[in-house]
C-alpha cells in the first residue's frame, strides 16, 4: 500500500498522472514535464514536497550532537538560517543529504528525504546524546515548494508590508490563522522561490491559495518528473542515484558541505583517509555532444573501449534541448572538457565533461 | 482521445495504414498521450526485414524509452525524417505528420493479429 500526501485528492482532482516513489503515489505530472518545466524557469511552479520527512531537535547539547551526526558545520548556523549538510555512516558513504535550520540557539529543525526517514531516524535515534530531544515530526507536516522567476512577486502578493522575504537559506517561521507556517529560502530547481511547511490539515487550503494567488504569475502545479529535470540541470545530487552509502561526499563532489576541521563525526575518518590516499573516483556532469537518445542511469560510461564507469541520472534537459547527466568515473578522467562515451543500447555516443551546474541563467 | 476508423491497430499501441501493399505505421493518439513530450525517436534502417511483433523502433520521452514493434511481417522502405528533426510531432499529429515508418509489407492481404478502431476502442477505453 502506498502512502498519499494530505494533497493527493487535489492531485487527483487536478488530473495528474501519478507514480510510484520511494514509496509514495506521488504526481509525475499534471499537464506535461516540459510544460513544468518551463513555468519554473520562466514563472512559477508549485510541487507537494509534503512526503519529506521533518525531524526536531532539541535541549542544551543538540548543537555539539549534531555537529556530530552531521557533515557541515552546526555552529556556523544563526538562528534563522539553514544549511545543507549529510548525514554518513562509519565509513563516510552518505545515507543522506538534507537541510539543518536553526530555529533559536540550541533548537533546530530537519528536513529529509521521504524514502530516507525511518532509516535517517533510527540512525540518529542509536547515535543519540543525553540532553538533546529527538523527535520525528514527519506526518505532521505538508510541505509545498514554490518555485520559479517570479516567486518572490507570488511572496510579497501573500506577506507584502507584513513580513520581510527571508534571504537565501533563511527561513521565516509565522502564524497564519493561527497555524505555524515554516517558509525558507530554499529549493531544488536552481531558481529563486521558497519551500512552505504547515501543519498537514493546511495543506489542501495552503496549496489552493498558492495556485489561486499564483494564477496572476502564471503559476503551474509541478510534479515530480520536472522536478527531476531542473534539478539535474543544475547538477544538484538525487539521493539514491547520485549519493549511496558505497559513495562519499568527496567523490560527490560536495565536499564544501564537510568540515573536516570542526572535530570529530560519523564518517570523518574515513574522508580524512580518503583525501589523503586520492579520491579514486569522481561524480561529474556531462552534456551529450551530438544528437542522441537522452542518456539515462545504468548506462555505461566507455573511455578508449573499456567501460570506466555507469550514469547515475540521465535525461533530455528541456532547456539546453540535449542529453545530459551525471556518472561516477575514475578521478583520472575526469578532467573538464574530456570526451567520454555513453553506452545507449549497445551503441556508444559521445558526450563532454562539463563544468557544473549545466544549465546557467543567460 | 481519437481512434480513426480507417487504420488497423496492434494490441501494443502501434497503427498502420495500408495502401498499394505499403504499410505506414505510428503510434496511436493514446499511446503518444501515455508516454507523454517525445523527446527523441530511433528509427529502423532503410530496408530492414522485420519480423511481426520485432521491437524495430524506440521513443523516448523525457522519463522513458519506449520500443515500437513491427506491425506485420515487411521490409523498411522510408522512415519520417521530418519527425527525427522534430520528435514532439508524434504528439501533436500521431496520425498525421508524426508517423513513424514505412514497411513494403510481405504479404498485405493476410495481416494477422491486428484489430479494427472498435476493437482498439473497448481495449484503451
Known amino acids: ?362 | 482521445m481519437n481512434i480513426p476508423d480507417n487504420l488497423l491497430y496492434t494490441e501494443t499501441h502501434e497503427w498502420l495504414r495500408i495502401e498499394d501493399g505499403i504499410a505506414t505505421v505510428g503510434i496511436t493518439d493514446h499511446a503518444q498521450e501515455e508516454l507523454s513530450d517525445v523527446v527523441f525517436v530511433e528509427m529502423p534502417e532503410i530496408s530492414r526485414e522485420l519480423k511481426p511483433g520485432e521491437a524495430c523502433a524506440v521513443v523516448e520521452s523525457v522519463k522513458a524509452a519506449s520500443d515500437i514493434y513491427a506491425p506485420a511481417a515487411g521490409k523498411v522502405v522510408a522512415i519520417n525524417e521530418e519527425l527525427v528533426s522534430n520528435p514532439a510531432l508524434l504528439n501533436s499529429d500521431p496520425y498525421g505528420t508524426g508517423w513513424l515508418f514505412k514497411i513494403q509489407l510481405v504479404n498485405a492481404e493476410e495481416i494477422s493479429g491486428v484489430k479494427s478502431a472498435a476493437d482498439y476502442a473497448e481495449q484503451v477505453g
Request: glycine share 10%.
Open chain 1, 1 to 362: 500500500m502506498l502512502k498519499t500526501t494530505p494533497l493527493h485528492p487535489e492531485h487527483q482532482r487536478l488530473g495528474a498522472r501519478l507514480i510510484e516513489f520511494g514509496g509514495w503515489d506521488m504526481p509525475v505530472q499534471y499537464s506535461s514535464i516540459l510544460d513544468e518545466h518551463q513555468a519554473v524557469r520562466t514563472s512559477i511552479g508549485a510541487f507537494d514536497i509534503s512526503h519529506m520527512g521533518q525531524f526536531s531537535v532539541s535541549g542544551p547539547k543538540a548543537t555539539a550532537w549534531l555537529n556530530r551526526v552531521l557533515t557541515n558545520n552546526v555552529e556556523r548556523l544563526q538562528p534563522g538560517t539553514g544549511q545543507y549538510t549529510f548525514l554518513l555512516n562509519a565509513s563516510g558513504g552518505v545515507i543522506d543529504d538534507l537541510i539543518i535550520y536553526c530555529l533559536a540557539e540550541n533548537r533546530y529543525w530537519l528536513v529529509v528525504n521521504a524514502s530516507k526517514i525511518e532509516e535517517d531516524y533510527e540512525w540518529m535515534s542509536r547515535h543519540l546524546d543525553e540532553g538533546v530531544e529527538f523527535t520525528n515530526e514527519s506526518g505532521d507536516h505538508a510541505g509545498i515548494a514554490v518555485q520559479g522567476p517570479k516567486s518572490s512577486q507570488l511572496f510579497e502578493a501573500f506577506f507584502g508590508g507584513r513580513y520581510s522575504r527571508p534571504s537565501h537559506n533563511e527561513i521565516l517561521v509565522i502564524e497564519i490563522d493561527g497555524y505555524k507556517y515554516f517558509i525558507a529560502r530554499t529549493g531544488y530547481t536552481g531558481e529563486d522561490g521558497f519551500e512552505v511547511f504547515c501543519p498537514a490539515g493546511r495543506a489542501v487550503k495552503s496549496w489552493n491559495d498558492i495556485l489561486a494567488r499564483g494564477a496572476q504569475f502564471g503559476i503551474k502545479p509541478c510534479g515530480l518528473g520536472s522536478r527531476d529535470t531542473l534539478r539535474l540541470e543544475m547538477c544538484y545530487p538525487l539521493n539514491g542515484s547520485d549519493l549511496s552509502p558505497t559513495r562519499t561526499p568527496l567523490e560527490a563532489g560536495l565536499s564544501i558541505f564537510v568540515d573536516l576541521n570542526k572535530g570529530d563525526f560519523i564518517g570523518r575518518e574515513a574522508l580524512q583517509e580518503q583525501k589523503a590516499a586520492g579520491i579514486p573516483t569522481r561524480l561529474v556532469p556531462f552534456k551529450m555532444k551530438d544528437k542522441s537518445p537522452p542518456p539515462r542511469s545504468h548506462y555505461g560510461v566507455w573511455k578508449d573501449g573499456v567501460q570506466i564507469g555507469e550514469v547515475s541520472s540521465g535525461t533530455q534537459s528541456p532547456s539546453l534541448g540535449t542529453g545530459i547527466g551525471m556518472a561516477y568515473i575514475p578521478a583520472s578522467h575526469a578532467k573538464l572538457g574530456e570526451e567520454i562515451e555513453i553506452d545507449i543500447r549497445g551503441r556508444r555516443f559521445p558526450a563532454i565533461i562539463e563544468r557544473k551546474p549545466l544549465y546557467k541563467k543567460s
